[in-house]
């Protein structure tokens, strides 16, 4: 007779104490859902804004180097080098990771076929 009423009661006190673990734990997922939307979403997406504007990045526009030189590219290498001409003559290659932001957009590519 006795046993029977302990087991009641452990289980009584088993579903109790699952309760304040989940209790516990939903601030805690709470405050991850809040730095993800506050400081990881939006991060991501202007890396990945910056990436297409590199990306896109064509002859005659005018950029500006992660290390704060301004010219305008001249040529597209590859797609990952670019041929930058920051001034009359003086022409340097540079990597596409490199440039920081895309100032202004130059002239379209000539097309070679109608001549």
């Known amino acids: 007779m006795f046993i029977s009423e302990a087991y ?15 209790i516990q734990l939903v ?10 939307f506050i400081l990881w979403r939006p991060q991501q997406k202007r890396a990945k804004e ?3 504007m590199v990306q896109a990045a064509r002859r005659g526009d005018t950029v500006v180097t992660t290390g704060g030189i ?17 001034a009359p003559n ?14 202004t ?4 590519v000539k097309d070679s076929s109608k001549a």
Not at 8 to 19: C, E, R
Not at 70 to 86: P, T
């Open 105 to 108: 957009k130059g002239e379209p």
């Open 8 to 22: 009641a009661q452990t289980a009584a006190a088993g579903a109790a104490g699952m309760n304040d673990t989940i």
């Open 70 to 86: 301004i010219g305008k590219i001249s040529k597209a290498v590859d797609d990952n080098e670019v041929e930058l001409e920051l």
């Open 50 to 52: 910056q990436r297409e």
């Open 27 to 36: 601030p805690i997922v709470a405050m991850i859902a809040i730095v993800y």
């Open 90 to 103: 003086v022409k340097v290659r540079l990597a596409r990771s490199g440039i920081a932001e895309v100032r």
